[in-house]
């Protein structure tokens, strides 16, 4: 008898401290890419967030745990993820993912669950367009897309250009089109309009018209590694014009990839260290990465790296982890200073901060210039 008392003591006790225990962790939910052809970016997705949590691991006095769900780069892997975060890991926010396409279904089922969220590299419209919920640390494509037209006909005196899309992918899509209406009302001319599919292998056809054509510039707005074998075989069937893209860009994987077919390559980027733009969390946050991983840092770690901080910052200024204060304090963002740049979230739940053009001179990533919004 006295055994099977303290058995049910020692339960008791077990089951207050466990539930002590989660009630002294706040959790955070992320869901990125650790699989499947974007697993590239979510490891770089997860280098800024660790590092972020790192150096911040408390809110509201509590330790902060990141639950981990891997989205394996599919649309319908990522809503799936979202609401296991959502429906059993009872997370008070969410953060991700590294593509607009993944995370667009992500963030639907979010928003109807009334979970904030904060987006790092996303930068489709779609991703917050009617969600409350939903915010971003990055620009968006029809800025994105704008500065990269306005660059290759004000800055590059480019009239004529091809473009090559991925129509399986809602950013290379949306960024095709702002590009090309931008750049048509500026005077220029688009004399091919071509597309593929994420995974492609062989763009030798595509190539060559294109090659046929007097385009001073291809705009490829994908991913680094069909853009890579793009750059590859587009200068092996002799087009010497230059290339252009968006965000997705800037990964060392395009130069391993492309080698000496990558150089020139010209994109939109959120974040270079030669940038007039960085702040003074800019230099902590370089310091911190190299002395963490032993590499420099790379765009997407720093975005990542922000929306973290973002994030705990607007949960610090809720007061609470309240679903409504936190989205309410995110909303409200006012100059916040991130490594990456000064973030103001704007009424559609979008950051308001400028572009930086990069260019691909002696394989490296050389800063070009900073467009404003």
Known sequence: MKKKILFFVLMGLFILSSVVVAQDVIKIGVFEPMTGPFAVGGELSMQGYRLAQMQNPTVL??????????????????ANAVSRLVNHNDVVAILGSYSSGLTIPGAEVANKAKVPMVVATATNPLVTMGKEYIYRACFIDPFQGSAL?????????????????????????????????????????????????TGDQDFSAQMTQITSTDAGALFFPGYFGDVALIATQGRELGFKGVYM???????????????????????????HPDAPAATEASQIFIDEFIKEYDEEPN?????????????ISAIEKAGSTD???????????????????TITIDDMGNAIRPAVVIKVVNGEFVYEATIQP
């Open 299 to 311: 765009a997407v770690s720093v975005m990542t790296y922000d929306a973290y901080n973002l994030l």
């Open 149 to 197: 037209a306005k660059y290759t006909y004000n800055n590059l005196g480019i009239k004529k250009a091809a473009m090559l899309v991925d129509v399986a992918q809602d950013y290379s899509v949306g960024l095709a089109n702002f590009y090309n209406r931008t750049y048509k009302e500026l005077g220029g001319e688009i004399v091919s309009n071509l597309k593929y599919q």
């Open 245 to 271: 893209g968006g965000d997705t860009l800037d990964n060392p994987k395009l130069l391993e990839i492309a080698g000496e077919h990558a150089e020139g390559v010209v994109a939109t980027t959120f974040y």
């Open 323 to 341: 679903a409504d204060a936190i989205k309410d304090a995110l909303a409200s963002t006012e100059d916040f200073v991130g490594a990456g740049g």
């Open 61 to 78: 006095g509590k330790k902060i745990e990141l639950v981990v769900v891997d989205n394996k780069s599919d649309k319908v892997e990522a």
